[in-house]
Nanobody, 114 residues
Framework: QVQLVESGGGLVQAGGSLRLSCAASGSIFTISTMAWHRQPPGKQREFVAVISSRGSTSYADSVKGRFTISRDNAKNTVYLQMNSLKPDDTAVYYC????????WGQGTQVTVSS
């Protein structure tokens, strides 16, 4: 079973930046698609960004141009650089790895104050 551990969340003012990290265990990281999802308070979980094993990326319209997903295969780590944060970005952010199915981490809280 893959283990995913997110870090880097916290409290930031609107307009600020945070970088989330997700460290994955196991040897399948380099061949796996990785993703970030988020769950705002009182709402359903939603897609944020995805990166393929080859580095192709895709983003939700709500974060396009502000967030950047990247990966470091040598460190088995995927990142989410979040700039120009808005209060609407407040959520628990989850990292996922796609193998035969999706495995998800426990999440990290991001709170953006106005």
């Amino acid at each position: 079973q893959v283990q995913l551990v997110e870090s880097g969340g916290g409290l930031v003012q609107a307009g600020g930046s945070l970088r989330l990290s997700c460290a994955a265990s196991g040897s399948i990281f380099t061949i796996s698609t990785m993703a970030w999802h988020r769950q705002p308070p009182g709402k359903q979980r939603e897609f944020v960004a995805v990166i393929s094993s080859r580095g192709s990326t895709s983003y939700a319209d709500s974060v396009k141009g502000r967030f950047t997903i990247s990966r470091d295969n040598a460190k088995n780590t995927v990142y989410l650089q979040m700039n120009s944060l808005k209060p609407d970005d407040t959520a628990v952010y989850y990292c996922g790895l796609q193998s035969t199915s999706w495995d998800w981490g426990q999440g990290t809280q991001v709170t953006v104050s106005s």
